[in-house]
């Protein structure tokens, strides 16, 4: 699974930013509560679940699915007289077994059929049972991980909704999948499936493995078959129902699909293009084929997290629904590899338990590493991974967990910065220790001896002791066993001929080890390099190393591989020495960073020089952010900030009119009017921020093309415009810009029309009011509605808007957004 992502555009720049889950905090010493001690390990197997059959009709009025689940079983081990299956919110109709009706007890939750006679693991027992999902009657929780619970949901069902098509599609993780049929959900069991999927003739069904027939019923609809003969757990069974373009393709024989909302077919290549060659690239990689016997790739509305890894057909969130136009800015290779990566790791051998949720999820998230190195080179996988620590970094600040954790309060917690990126920074330090090919002669071992049954930690560190030779109890143990990171003090000096380097382990929580780090030291003297390995045991250590002239450049971990915060000052002349002789992307963005404090002009200029030629363009950004938050007057470095307007990258060009625009308007008016007609979204956004700041009107003709435009940094950017502006077609712009946007930029265009409307006329307010109320009511995004309620509490003194908010206050399910409410 992969948890969404928002962009936002702040005055024409863009800033990435994670929307990820953070668990309820509980400092040293904390009481805590019973439920949170509880020990969370692996479901116990009393039956094995062999084979599930499933035949599924719907009524979109009702929002039911009409099912008849037959599932084949037998005794795990034990003998066994009763059996307990999962359902949540069903009407069970009937129970049959050898073509007997039979008693159960049902609650809502679980199914109990007790049974008249003792069955043994050589028997084989075929449960038959007809029943009805309601999901939509029933009370279900969410999290920032999954933002509702219902396992099965209708989109636009009464087909009301012109901005919206209709759908039906599942979400089973974590244990969502017994809201839409009955079963054993739980990650540790798999089983085959069939699966017939009833719907009217202009809808398309999806689920896992192939499509083996399609049957024509006689009231006019038609009837799926799609087969999974190879068994995986119940939380990657899926459907999906819909009016889909579908884009075929193809790997090894392997048939590939793209299904894609209407109007989007077209772009499908484009976003999910790549497929094929990631395909081959993790088979060769792992030295382990695909494992499945296809793949597809849907898009979904209103999806409630971000990618579903559903074995062999992985579903993915709205906002992939984009033209060529975005994939200048952007790409959705990170959570495409993510979810592909996820077949091997998650779907073929799956965590045998939530608590073990980095087997699947810290590999997942590594995979984007693993690809951006291939495709994209060292300096993109590195920033990838760099914004990604600095995530896990901002959580672990709030709370330190294990990796592994035996005790959590609620599973969805797991779905955390810590299971997914500390997860894939601490793989990236175990290959980096076992070199490459032990780390992936190891993986390829764990994946053989792993196919098709669910996993502990233990068998990964088993599988590459087995082919090192080597015991890795102190690696797994305190990364996967302990909670935190190494807070390093890196302090050195040269003198007598000598450079000394002192390591120092400074954190201080009681539950955080004194880590075993092995490190490469870097020493620069010249031209010459100089690369010493170390391994740090002890909560100080001092390193001396002889030589007869001050060095330039001291680098501790060279190899930028540590996760740990660390604390390593130098000079200037260290840093600029260090931005141009070791050359890697932390090394030039620690200068970067570090340029803000320097006193030394020429230094600066030397770095800056430098950087506008860097061949990655997130340090050229970078320079030319510098320039704008020191406010350098841009005459010192006209011709190369200029040159840097026909950069390759539409990030550098957009901060490039950003900087020009607090530079002088009316000098640089031809570029902004330029900048206006890009092709990139980010450029234009740019420019708009540019008139907005400078209060210079948008061309007429230009405002007219954006009108059905609904990508977030124009409608961001937009709205700030609109704001300053006083006239009746500024207030209609808002107006009507409401409908039709997803649920994140939804968030930030409430947000602006909410301050537009706090000094606006009644008859603006009172028209906003249904629109708000609508969305705080009924919108899928729970922080869309979250903005909504906040509009509304500003317009409170309009008559009938208390008691509407009073109403939305009173009907609201959501906890988190619950809790947001008595906050306000």
Not at 39 to 54: I, N, Q
Not at 209 to 237: I, K, S
Not at 689 to 704: C, G, H, K, S, Y
Not at 740 to 760: C, P, V
Request: hydrophobic share 40%.
């Amino acid at each position: 699974m992969n948890n969404i992502k928002t962009l936002s555009l702040i005055l024409g720049l863009l800033v990435s930013s994670g929307l990820s889950g953070h668990a309820q905090s509980n400092p040293a010493g904390a009481a805590v509560s019973r439920e949170l001690m509880t020990y969370k390990g692996s479901e116990a197997r009393t039956w094995d679940l062999l084979h599930t059959d499933l035949a599924l009709s719907f009524d979109w009025k009702k929002r039911y699915l009409y099912g008849q689940a037959t599932l084949d079983l037998t005794p795990f081990f034990y003998e066994q007289e009763l059996l307990v299956l999962d359902a949540k919110g069903m009407e069970i109709k009937s129970i049959v077994i050898k073509g007997e009706t039979v008693m159960y007890d049902y609650d809502g939750l679980e199914i109990k059929i007790p049974f008249d006679q003792v069955f043994t693991r050589k028997d084989t027992v075929q449960v038959v049972i007809a029943y009805t999902a309601k999901p939509y009657e029933r009370d279900v929780k969410g999290s920032e991980a999954i933002e509702e619970n219902r396992g099965l949901y209708f989109i636009n069902a009464d087909g009301l909704d012109p901005n919206k098509p209709q759908q039906i599609w599942t979400q089973g993780e974590t244990e969502a999948s017994s809201g839409w049929f009955p079963t054993i959900d739980i990650p540790n069991e798999r089983s085959t499936q069939k699966m017939r999927i009833t719907v009217q003739n202009h809808f398309k069904t999806l689920s896992n493995g192939l499509l083996v027939e399609q049957v024509q019923e006689a009231d006019g609809r038609r009837t799926d078959v799609w087969v999974m003969d190879q068994p995986h757990a119940p939380y990657l069974f899926m459907m999906a129902v819909g009016e889909f373009e579908v884009v075929k393709d193809q790997w090894n024989n392997v048939p590939l699909a793209y299904w894609m909302e209407k109007g989007y077919g077209q772009y499908a290549k484009n976003i999910f293009g790549h497929t094929p060659e990631m395909m081959t690239f993790f088979s060769d990689l792992l030295d382990y084929r695909y494992p499945w016997k296809k793949y597809d790739q849907i898009v979904v509305r209103d999806y409630v997290s971000g990618a579903m890894e559903n074995t062999s057909a992985s579903l993915f969130y709205e906002a992939l629904n984009v033209t060529d136009r975005y994939l200048i800015d952007e790409n959705w290779d990170d959570i495409i590899a993510h979810e592909l990566m996820h077949q091997w790791f998650g779907d073929l051998v799956t965590c045998e338990s939530w608590s073990n949720l980095t087997l699947n999820e810290g590999f997942a998230s590594y995979s984007e590493y693993l690809w951006n190195q291939y495709k994209y080179g060292q300096d993109k996988a590195d920033y990838v991974f760099l914004i990604e620590q600095e995530a896990y970094f901002s959580e672990a600040a709030e709370e330190q967990k294990n990796l592994i954790r035996y005790f959590y309060k609620d599973k969805d917690d797991m779905f955390d910065a810590h299971s997914y990126n500390k997860g894939a920074a601490v793989l990236h330090m175990l290959r980096n220790y076992l070199g490459d090919e032990a780390f992936f002669s190891g993986l390829r071992k764990y994946l053989q001896d792993n196919a098709y049954n669910s996993v502990e930690i233990a068998q990964l560190r088993l599988a590459f002791e087995s082919v090192t030779g080597e015991d890795l109890n102190w690696f797994f143990d305190q990364w996967y066993f302990f909670a935190g990171h190494p807070e390093l003090e890196v302090r050195h000096k040269y003198e007598n001929d000598t450079l000394t380097l002192n390591v120092s382990q400074i954190q201080t929580e009681d539950e955080v080890p004194i880590f075993r780090l092995p490190v490469f030291i870097d020493i620069w003297k010249g031209d010459k390099l100089f690369s010493y390995p170390v391994v740090i045991k002890d909560a100080y250590e001092t390193y001396q190393f002889p030589m007869n002239e001050k060095p330039d450049a001291v680098i501790f971990d060279s190899g930028r591989q540590l996760l740990a915060e660390i604390d390593h000052p130098k000079s200037e002349q260290e840093y600029y020495a260090q931005f141009v002789k070791d050359r890697s992307l932390v090394s030039r963005i620690e200068t970067m960073d570090s340029l803000y404090a320097f006193k030394d002009k020429k230094l600066i200029d030397q770095v800056l020089l430098k950087a506008f030629r860097d061949p990655f363009d997130m340090v050229r950004q970078y320079a030319v952010e510098y320039l704008i938050n020191e406010e350098v007057k841009l005459k010192k470095y006209e011709p190369h900030v200029i040159d840097l307007l026909k950069d390759s990258s539409s990030h550098v060009r957009s901060y490039v009119i950003a900087y020009l625009g607090r530079d002088g308007f009316e000098k640089y008016r031809s570029n902004f009017d330029k900048a206006l007609n890009d092709s990139s979204y980010l450029v234009v956004s740019s420019a708009i921020a540019q008139f907005t700041r400078n209060e210079e009107e948008l061309p007429n003709q230009f405002l007219d093309d954006q009108k059905s435009e609904t990508d977030l940094n124009i409608i961001v950017t937009l709205a700030n415009y609109y704001n300053q502006q006083e006239s009746e077609e500024s207030y209609q712009w808002f107006k009507d810009r409401i409908e039709g946007l997803d649920g994140n930029t939804l968030f930030f265009f409430i947000q602006a029309y909410a301050e537009k409307l706090l000094e606006a006329p009644t008859k603006y307010k009172v028209s906003a009011v249904g629109q708000l109320e609508n969305v705080a009511r009924n919108h899928s995004n729970y922080m869309a509605r979250f903005s909504a309620f906040q509009a509304l509490v500003l317009m409170s003194e309009l008559a009938g808007v208390e008691d509407k908010i009073v109403d939305i206050r009173k009907n609201e399910k959501d906890q988190r957004l619950i809790d947001l409410y008595n906050r306000i």
